[in-house]
């Protein structure tokens, strides 16, 4: 009898474990997937729509732009939807990942985003998808997703393109 040496199985293994598979040998464990189903959403997103965070950002979907020429440059201007105006400088609390404006721990202004900046497949959060932050007391920062209370105000003709700001913001307990 005679005996493979070890360079050659180690070469062969790979092929054979593929042959196999393809030729419909049982899944063992290395090979088997699990199914995750998970719940629909309450309402139908768009096709191809990122997924964004929960907490508060529903509520101020409502939300599009209209473009102008304004001394020959191009401006957009947010348009409002009617339940969304009628939260303008409402109590609001919202959860998002902080977006630093300053280079220190603590921060009493920032961007707080509904997409997760650290997530390598998402693109970068729009107008829509920011709300400028200003806290009563600076906040740690975070990677982790923060929830946030204070005054919303709606800044639709925002010269640095923002839509949203939240005022005398507090932060709270997740979860």
Known sequence: MTKTPPAALARTLPVALCLA???????????AF????????????????VPRATLGWDLIADVREEQ?????????RAV?????????GADF???GWIIPLEQSEKSAHFLLSA?????????PPGPADLIEVRTTEPVQFSYE????KGRLK???EDPNGLYFRLEEAKASPTG
Do not use: H, N, W
């Open 21 to 31: 598979v393809l030729a419909g040998a049982p899944a063992t464990p290395a090979f």
């Open 34 to 49: 699990k199914e995750v189903k998970q719940a629909a959403p309450a309402e139908p997103q768009a096709p191809g729509a």
């Open 68 to 76: 102008s020429v304004v001394d020959g440059m191009l401006r957009y």
């Open 80 to 88: 409002f939807g009617e339940a969304l105006q009628k939260l303008d």
């Open 93 to 95: 609390t919202i959860g």
């Open 115 to 123: 997409l997760s900046p650290t997530c390598p497949f998402c693109p």
């Open 145 to 148: 997703m923060v929830t946030l």
């Open 154 to 156: 709606l800044t639709g």
